[in-house]
């Protein structure tokens, strides 16, 4: 599976989404969706690879795999 999204990760500094996340979550979409959270609440999928795309890595492309 291959989902290329703006999630965030743990412990990465990023100022701008907590200040945008009240308005654009109302417009379209969340901004505070940590990845790594909602990969632990489907253990039937493993991360096989996770890399910073676009907009200075403010989306990630991530693969996974189905154990």
């Known amino acids: 599976?291959?989902?290329f999204d703006k999630f965030l990760q743990?412990?990465?500094w990023a100022p701008?989404?907590?200040l945008l996340n009240p308005v654009?979550?109302?417009i379209a979409t969340r901004l505070d969706v940590v990845f790594e959270e909602v990969l632990e609440?489907?253990?039937?999928l493993?991360?096989?690879s996770d890399?910073?795309?676009l907009a200075a890595g403010w989306f990630?492309?991530?693969?996974?795999?189905?154990?």
Request: no cysteine; aromatic share 0%; net charge positive.
């Open 60 to 67: 990630r492309r991530i693969r996974l795999k189905r154990v």
């Open 24 to 26: 654009v979550r109302r």
């Open 46 to 48: 493993v991360l096989e």
């Open 51 to 53: 890399q910073p795309a």
């Open 16 to 18: 701008v989404r907590p």
């Open 1 to 3: 599976m291959l989902i």
């Open 41 to 44: 609440q489907t253990p039937q």
């Open 10 to 12: 743990r412990r990465r």
